[in-house]
C-alpha cells in the first residue's frame, strides 16, 4: 500500500484488510487496522512516511521494527517510490480555500512500551524524512503559501495595513533568524512564524534547528510554528504557540563537534 501511495497508484484499503482477515482467522478488523497503526509508527522510526489513514500509535514490539526493516530491505520499489517522492519539486497551490485549511495539533503522548534499551546501531540506508526536510522547492512553496494565508487572514479581521506589511523573512534577510515568516497580531505585535512543510500526514516528525528551538522559548508569545502536512494533495495546517518542548517529544538527533 505504501509503494501504491507513494507512486500516485490507486489501492482498496477494505480488500487489503479482507484477505489478511482470511489469513490471520484469530484476528478481528479492528486488531488489524491496529496493528497498521503500529506499523505507521514502525515506519516512521525507520525514517518512512506512513500510509495515510493509519495513525501512528508507538505501543509496538521491538520485533515488529524488526520484521518491517527486513521486509523494507527486500522490497527496492518502496525505496525507490520513497525516494521519488520527497524529491519532486513543489509549488504553491494557486488557488485555495483557506477557511478550510486549519486543523487540530497532534496530540503529546508520552511513550509507552517496552522499556528502553541501550542503543542498537544499524546501518539505514536513507532518512525519507529527513531528505524531504531538506526539499528547498518544498519549503520555499510551504512558506509561500503561508504568506498568502497570513494575508488573508489579517484580511478577515478587519486588518489590510497589517496584511500588507506581512514579510518573507528567510527570502528577504536569509535563513538563521529562527522563522521564516513576520506576520502581526490584531493589536500590531509581532508574530514570528516557522514554517515546516510536508507532502505526508499529520503525524509526520519535523526537524528544527538549535536557532528555532531557542526562539521558540526566548519570544514565547510571538513564536509560532506552522505544520503545513498533505500538501501535494490539499494543504492543511496546524499550529503550535511558543516553546516547542511544550507540544513535542524532542529527540537530540545530531552534535556539533568542535576541539575548542
Same mark, same amino acid.
Given at each position: ?20 482477515g ?5 484476528r ?49 520499489l518502496v ?6 517522492a ?40 536513507? #532518512? ?31 486588518h489590510?495595513?497589517?496584511?500588507d ?9 536569509? #535563513?538563521?533568524?529562527?522563522? #521564516? ?16 512543510t ?9 526537524f ?12 514565547? #508569545? ?29 529527540d537530540?538527533i ?7
Amino acid at each position: 500500500m505504501l509503494a501504491l501511495e507513494l507512486s500516485g497508484q490507486a489501492y482498496n484499503k477494505a480488500a487489503h484488510r479482507e484477505r489478511l482477515g482470511a489469513l490471520l482467522k484469530n484476528r478481528s478488523n479492528g486488531s488489524i487496522e491496529f496493528k497498521h497503526c503500529n506499523i505507521s509508527a514502525a515506519l516512521l522510526a525507520l525514517g518512512f512516511p506512513y500510509v495515510a489513514g493509519y495513525k501512528p500509535r508507538s505501543n509496538y514490539q521491538s520485533l515488529l521494527l524488526e520484521v518491517l526493516e527486513q521486509q523494507l530491505k527486500s522490497n527496492p520499489l518502496v525505496d525507490h517510490a520513497a525516494l521519488a517522492a520527497v524529491q519532486l519539486p513543489a509549488v504553491a497551490p494557486p488557488m485555495i480555500d483557506f477557511s478550510r485549511v486549519r486543523d487540530q495539533a497532534p496530540q503529546l503522548q508520552p511513550r509507552t512500551g517496552e522499556p528502553s534499551a541501550p542503543m542498537v546501531f544499524k546501518a539505514v540506508k536513507r #532518512d525519507y524524512l529527513e531528505r524531504e526536510a531538506l526539499n528547498q522547492s518544498l519549503g520555499l512553496a510551504g512558506e509561500k503559501f503561508v504568506v498568502e494565508y497570513e494575508h488573508w487572514r489579517l484580511v478577515k479581521l478587519g486588518h489590510q495595513k497589517l496584511a500588507d506589511s506581512v514579510q518573507h523573512i528567510s527570502q528577504s534577510r536569509g #535563513d538563521g533568524l529562527g522563522f #521564516d515568516i513576520l506576520s502581526y497580531e490584531q493589536d500590531g505585535r509581532e508574530r514570528f512564524i516557522e514554517v515546516k512543510t510536508t507532502s505526508f500526514g499529520r503525524e509526520t516528525p519535523f526537524f528544527v534547528s538549535r536557532g528555532e528551538l531557542a526562539l521558540s522559548k526566548q519570544a514565547e #508569545d510571538q513564536f509560532h510554528l506552522y505544520r503545513l502536512f498533505e500538501f501535494r494533495k490539499a494543504p492543511r495546517l496546524f499550529e503550535l504557540s511558543g516553546p516547542l518542548e511544550r507540544h513535542c517529544l524532542l529527540d537530540p538527533i545530531t552534535y556539533r563537534a568542535t576541539f575548542s
